[in-house]
């Protein structure tokens, strides 16, 4: 696994334990200019960090099937994802994912995410 795949599943992962009830993660890891699309709509980054402020987090996701797509300053994984919400015994949620990430001087910035329930 290349540095920066390994850097970016450590951001990924930290979006979802870290990202959920905490504001100031989204604002110092997602992109100005970031697009977040979910069965319930799209979100730009105010509407993101506002979100965030309520949502509880993960205790624990495992990712499936990674997989890479890598051009100079960017990075796609796709993955599928599952999670346990805090609070919770079992794994509750399970999706395929999609992310984008651009390097920037500061390091890497998520710039697209995307999820689609596996009922």
């Known amino acids: 696994m290349e ?4 850097a970016i599943l450590a951001l990924e992962r930290d979006f979802w334990l870290e990202g959920g009830g905490d504001p100031e ?3 110092r890891h997602f992109a100005d200019d970031g697009l977040i ?3 319930s709509g799209m979100m730009g980054k105010d509407e993101v960090v506002s979100v965030m402020e309520a949502e509880r987090g993960w205790d624990a996701v495992d990712f ?3 997989r890479w797509v890598h051009s100079a ?10 999670a346990r919400s805090a609070g919770s015994g079992e794994i509750d949620y399970q999706a395929m994912i999609a992310s984008g990430y651009r390097k920037d001087d500061d390091g890497w910035r998520l710039v697209f995410h995307q999820q689609t329930p596996l009922v």
Do not use: K, N
């Open 73 to 82: 300053s960017t990075s796609i994984l796709g993955y599928q994802a599952r």
């Open 25 to 27: 993660y989204w604002r």
């Open 64 to 66: 499936d099937d990674v």
């Open 3 to 6: 540095e920066r795949e390994r």
């Open 37 to 39: 699309v979910l069965s």
